[in-house]
């Protein structure tokens, strides 16, 4: 620690500290525009000039590092001059744009012009114009308001790990810009709309269409990935405008993804595939719009006659992971009420075995902060960027400070994260791969293999890449195996569990799994899966779809989208007498399969919770008033109970039903535990024939943001193709570009793509898209053929 | 062009054969490389050669004048990766000794390398030459070649335990990769925009290394420093200011080139080796330290000796000894407007107070040229300069003010003249006569 003195104030601050980081800790506030805690220090917008005692020329705070004795003059009268100098620099060239300008009222170059500038510029020369730059459908530019602080610059270097951003040319002639013809194309890049100081950079879905003081501000929870993303929701009459981040140093940072950030437009959509506002039952084959109660009555009797006509059993549950804890908790209470067991919210997954042998419910297995802290890792199965883009973006961190990051996966996507080792692997050998890096754990620690691991046909993987995994893990202090949305979807989901878990107690490190929506720890919490009550009697996910029941209850999701075979997900609820659905939009499908309709509320139009992958209880209020008839998806469950007679339906409040699931209000669930008990690893599967690789690309992994139009737009979200590798193309006798049929459960007609990223024999193919749902199970072999 | 015209030639002592005389076989004939035998021969310590050097006086010759044996003595000794870095991104206007140094003897500056390797613990080092001057870099290489094949560069140089390379590495002549970091930052294969300092390169340099950089003349001088000793090289300067030091003067002059002299030689003795004044005409004013040192009366400099402390108390700086000497025929406020242009064009762009400030200068400086002067300009152009200096990370905006300033200061009235009566005070005939286009008379 150092002692200074800022302004005549005398402070302790730690060594190292800059200046500005100083003033901070004192509430003192320094003008800047070019500093930010996240990235590099540039120095370059010298707004943050301040006086330092026997110091001739002004110092920059944001990059003067404090040294015992310093006394710093922050208001003197050089200070002053010099950071009104500044001031008049960065304004001469600055178009007066201001009310037209999307910054206005939230700009730090109006804010300070107003404490640090003239009223009237001396400059009386002509001003300097600069080309906008096409960065793609989410920011919008307005070059000439720039003031070069480079910020943007930083971002992409630094926290989105790809330079997409530069300065060119020089002096007064610096632009910023992307590569030649290129976007900014990185999952991040809203970001650097909050980053951008002034109007230069702004959110092209937002622009022209509100001005920030006519927002009213509400805290929400994002709710898309597991991480649980902190929101500041900002409406005007009852109508989302825009999503930013909340700071929360714990979760997001101050960082939202593209896919947090824009998904909202998806709660204003309006076309046929959009909001559902009005219940709608089908009679006679026809869609009519009727009253709540209709709808209500309508549902209770369809349920009721199958519960009494065929059983409980015969009916299934199929809940969104991205459905709030109230919401499901109610759900599955009302499914048991009507004697089923047949529920569940782990739509994507595909191996249940684990189910019965779990000593508590699945997590990350740390906190979110303490991932920064862990010095080797093991990320299992995961496209890790798009999947966790904010996750991604802590393991960037890490690797930078020395942190070394392993990759086991079915393809090497560029994570833009420096990796220490990678070993890639047709999705049936990954458990083999994964097996091969215990096996080498226990060598290098002089441990006996366990018996069923030496016999590992090492023949078949990398056993190298093993190697080298296992060598970085053990030469950490702080270790830690993360199972990604691939591992948890695999068709060995459990043995990949089980072994991450020796690995694991090899290293004396943690597992945990990236959970893949917003409530896929709070899904346990509710109880919405089977045998949560009543022991192992009911049927899972993928059970109740393959042995087809004779209703549904489907909330939130689109099963044909959402499920781990969508063409099953989709015969199943053909065939089913009644299907009840709950959902906050439409769309073909549904109106096919449904025999009722319940418009209910997504996450801003609701009360509910969220428990992220950390276990976080995160519950929020609605933002606006529901649209329309939309109602909230607890007080439709709560009467759906009432007319079904299902006792314990007497909530008046999302906060009783969130107090009856949680027990309390923790800020933490309890039971969180990854261990699995009596799951004994199964090496011997392999696959005959090409393997498919589903990924859920980022933009499609909900129905919320596959009705996004601007993120729709991005690369991310550009059609499926039929990706393999050289070798493979070159097996199949094909060339990149080619039309492929390709044939699993269904077939799709795609284009062949190359991505050197992929193992031998394997084949990429995106699930979760209208194009490829066909093709059925995420997880499968398939053939390939020229069209 | 004037090759060489000095009192005690020194450092270009090797430049009497022009062309001729810059090759290894030449240097050796003339002593080269006998002070790097020798310093490896005796096992010479490090802090003995460092002694040797701050005995010597010898000021950094880029233009901060910084001593050297000072800077060598801040590099870190058990840093295990060190750097020697060149900086010959000579790009200010009016200075071209570098250039001729590479030119005429490299092999000086190669020794000079090597031993500053060898003194501060770097195995490796590169000069950064100018991207306007490619001959020079070619010329460079080529010496390398010859060091290399002869054993002064690579592994175990002289069968000693010393092992130190070094390359050529050239710009893209950009004025502003010639401050130190804006150079370590163009060599890293990054846009050249100088960093904030501290860390200074001595800790933190090239690829994050501690270096060591110094300029061209600096180098070249070390050999002759350490072959006569410190106090010799010391004694035939002034005290603080040892040594001698090239003077390139450019202009209206009757033989302009570079000039070798002792420091604390008076700029009338220099003026008279370059020639004298061309045509007899009057001398006006002189610029005594490169384009951003303030513009000097021709009385106030006729009475000035050049060095350091000299040309300090006259209000200017000595900086790279480019010596710009203007004569009658000049008119100022041109004068000033091209050099205001430099600095605008150079700026890197980074700082806010150089961005724009530089381009601030350029435009009323051009009003004023091209009489739509206004009167308010004069004390505009004073306030803008006054929040540009001491503002931005390098001393570029320090640069594009000083001239406007010193001209400003010194030729006043030239200037309001010029807004009051929308055209030059000199008569453009006289102009036109001045210029170099046209011989002494001929109008």
Redesign the interface.
């Known amino acids: 620690m150092v002692e200074i003195e800022i302004d005549g104030k005398t402070l302790q601050v730690a060594d190292g500290s800059t200046l500005i980081e100083a003033a901070h800790q004192l509430g003192a506030y320094i003008p800047h525009f070019c500093y930010h805690k996240k990235l590099s220090l540039a120095a370059n917008c010298r707004m943050c000039l301040v006086q330092i005692e026997k110091v001739p020329k002004p110092m920059p705070a944001c990059a003067t590092i404090v040294t015992n004795g310093m006394k710093v003059f922050t208001h003197s009268e050089m200070a002053i001059k010099a950071q009104r100098a500044v001031m008049e620099f960065l304004l001469i060239n600055h178009p007066l744009d201001c009310p037209i300008c999307d910054q206005g009222g939230e700009c730090r170059l109006q804010d300070l012009a107003v404490g640090y500038a003239e009223s009237a510029s001396k400059y009386g020369e002509e001003k300097r114009v600069v080309p906008d730059k096409n960065l793609g459908p989410l920011v919008s530019t307005d070059m000439s308001r720039c003031i070069n602080c480079a910020r943007c610059v930083r971002f992409t270097a630094e926290i989105a790990g790809m330079m997409e951003l530069g300065q060119s040319f020089r002096g007064e002639r610096v632009e910023i810009m992307p590569f030649n013809g290129k976007t900014v194309d990185s999952e991040l890049s809203g970001n650097l709309i909050d980053l951008c100081p002034v109007g230069a950079l702004t959110s092209k879905p937002f622009r022209f269409s509100a001005r920030s003081w006519e927002l009213s501000r509400r805290k929400s929870v994002s709710p898309h990935d597991g991480l649980g993303s902190n929101l500041i929701v900002q409406t005007r009459r009852d109508k989302v405008m825009r999503v930013l981040p909340l700071e929360n140093e714990d979760i997001n940072e101050c960082w939202l993804s593209d896919k947090e950030r824009f998904s909202y437009q998806g709660l204003n959509s309006q076309d046929d595939n959009g909001r559902l506002t009005k219940p709608m039952v089908k009679q006679g084959g026809e869609w009519k719009e009727v009253d709540w109660n209709v709808a209500l009555d309508y549902a209770a009797h369809a349920l009721r006659d199958v519960a009494k006509t065929h059983g409980g059993a015969a009916i299934g549950g199929l809940l969104s992971p991205h459905a709030t804890l109230e919401e499901m908790y109610l759900a599955q209470k009302l499914m048991r009420g009507l004697g089923s067991e047949n529920i569940d919210f782990r739509l994507r997954q595909s191996d249940f075995s684990a189910d019965g042998h779990r000593h508590g419910t699945p997590w990350l297995g740390m906190k979110i902060a303490d991932i920064g802290k862990l010095d080797r890792l093991l990320v299992v199965g995961s496209f890790l960027r798009k999947d966790h883009p904010l996750i991604a973006q802590r393991l960037r961190q890490s690797a930078k400070r020395g942190a070394q990051v392993c990759v086991l996966h079915s393809a090497d996507d560029d994570l833009l994260i420096n990796l220490e080792a990678r070993a890639i692997a047709v999705p049936s050998q990954l458990p083999a791969m994964l097996a091969q890096v215990v096996k080498a754990v226990a060598e290098l620690k002089g441990v006996a293999t366990d018996a069923a691991l030496t016999t590992v046909g090492a023949g078949l993987v990398d056993v190298n890449a093993a190697k080298k995994i296992a060598a970085s893990l053990v030469s950490g202090g702080n270790v830690a195996i993360l199972l990604g949305n691939f591992a948890q979807q695999h068709r060995q989901a459990a043995t990949l569990n089980a072994l991450a878990q020796q690995l694991a107690g090899l290293l004396g490190g943690r597992f945990g799994f990236l959970g893949e929506a917003a409530n896929s720890v709070g899904g346990y919490v509710a109880k919405a899966v089977p045998g949560a009550v009543n022991g192992n009697a009911g049927l899972n996910a993928v059970a109740m779809l393959k042995d087809p029941r004779q209703a549904y209850v489907v909330l939130g999701a689109e099963p044909e989208l959402d499920c781990a075979d969508g063409a099953q997900a989709l015969a199943a609820l053909g065939k089913a007498a009644a299907v009840v659905v709950l959902s906050p939009f439409k769309s073909q499908a549904m109106l096919d399969y449904a025999a009722v309709l319940l418009p209910v509320s997504p996450f801003s139009e609701t009360s509910g919770t969220f428990v992220n992958t950390e276990g976080r209880v995160q519950s929020f209020h609605a933002a606006t008033k529901p649209l329309g008839e939309t109602r909230p998806a607890w007080k439709v469950l709560r009467v759906l109970g009432n007319l079904l007679d299902v006792a314990g339906f007497e909530f008046n409040t999302s906060e009783d039903v969130r107090a009856e699931a949680l027990g309390g209000m923790p800020e933490f669930v309890s039971g969180l535990d990854n261990g699995v008990a009596g799951v004994a690893p199964n090496l011997t599967a392999s696959a005959n024939g090409l393997e498919r690789v589903a990924d859920v690309p980022i933009h499609f992994a909900d129905p919320l943001v596959r009705r996004a139009p601007a993120l729709q737009q991005t690369r991310d979200s550009a059609a499926p193709t039929a990706r393999m590798n050289a070798a493979t193309l070159a097996k199949l006798g094909l060339v990149a570009g080619e039309r492929v049929k390709v044939g699993a459960g269904g077939t799709a007609i795609l284009t062949a793509e190359l991505d050197a990223g992929l193992p031998d024999g394997a084949v990429r193919i995106a699930a979760a898209h209208a194009d490829t749902f066909a093709l059925g199970a995420m997880s499968t072999v398939l053939t390939v053929e020229k069209v | 062009m004037a090759l060489i015209d000095t009192i005690n030639p020194l450092l270009t002592t090797g430049w009497s054969k022009g062309d001729a005389g810059w090759s290894l076989k030449d240097y050796e004939a003339r002593g080269g490389y006998a002070q790097l035998k020798r310093i490896l021969a005796n096992k010479m310590s490090s802090d003995d050669i460092i002694a040797e050097v701050k005995k010597s006086g010898l000021r950094g010759r880029g233009g901060a004048g910084f001593p050297t044996g000072l800077k060598w003595s801040f590099m870190p000794k058990a840093a295990p990766e060190k750097y020697v870095v060149c900086n010959t991104d000579e790009g200010e206007p009016g200075t071209f000794k570098d250039r001729d140094l590479l030119r005429y003897d490299p092999h000086s500056v190669i020794e000079g390398m090597i031993i500053a390797g060898y003194a501060v613990g770097a195995a490796r080092g590169y000069n950064y030459i100018h991207g306007e001057i490619f001959e020079i870099y070619r010329r460079f290489e080529a010496a390398l070649d010859e060091a290399r094949a002869a054993g002064y560069l690579g592994q175990r140089i002289l069968g000693s335990d010393f092992s130190f390379d070094l390359f050529a590495h050239h710009g893209w002549g950009?004025y502003?990769c010639g401050e130190e970091t804006g150079l370590l930052e163009s060599i890293e294969g990054k846009?050249g925009q100088p960093r904030?300092k501290?860390p200074f390169p001595a800790n933190f340099g090239l690829y994050g290394k501690p270096t060591t950089i110094n300029n061209t003349e600096t180098f070249a001088a070390i050999p002759f420093i350490l072959g006569m000793g410190g106090d010799a090289y010391l004694n035939l300067g002034k005290p603080n200011n040892g040594g001698t030091k090239l003077f390139s003067v450019s202009g209206h002059v009757n033989r302009p080139g570079n000039y070798e002299v002792p420091m604390g030689t008076p700029f009338a003795k220099l003026l008279e080796m370059a020639g004298g004044m061309r045509g007899g005409r009057q001398l006006k004013a002189v610029i005594p330290g490169g384009s951003s040192a303030p513009v000097l009366p021709a009385e106030v400099m006729m009475e000035c000796t050049m060095d350091y402390e000299s040309i300090a108390k006259a209000g200017s700086m000595l900086g790279s000894g480019a010596v710009i000497v203007m004569d009658e025929t000049v008119c100022m406020v041109k004068a000033l407007e091209r050099l205001s242009y430099f600095y605008?064009?150079?700026?890197?762009?980074?700082?806010?107070?150089?961005?724009?400030?530089?381009?601030?200068l350029y435009?009323?400086v051009h009003?004023i040229e091209h009489g739509e002067g206004?009167a308010e300009d004069l004390d505009?152009l004073n306030?803008v300069t006054?929040?540009?200096m001491?503002?931005?990370?390098c001393a570029l905006a320090d640069a594009a003010a000083f001239p406007v300033r010193g001209f400003i200061k010194n030729f006043r009235s030239e200037f309001e003249y010029h807004i009051e009566h929308r055209k030059c005070l000199v008569d453009p005939e006289v102009q036109r006569m001045g210029s170099g286009f046209f011989k002494a008379g001929a109008a």
Request: include cysteine; glycine fraction near 12%.
């Open positions: 950009a502003v846009k904030f501290p605008y064009e150079e700026s890197c762009g980074q700082c806010t107070p150089c961005r724009e400030g530089s381009g601030w435009r009323v009003r206004r505009l306030r006054d929040n540009m001491g503002k931005t990370i």
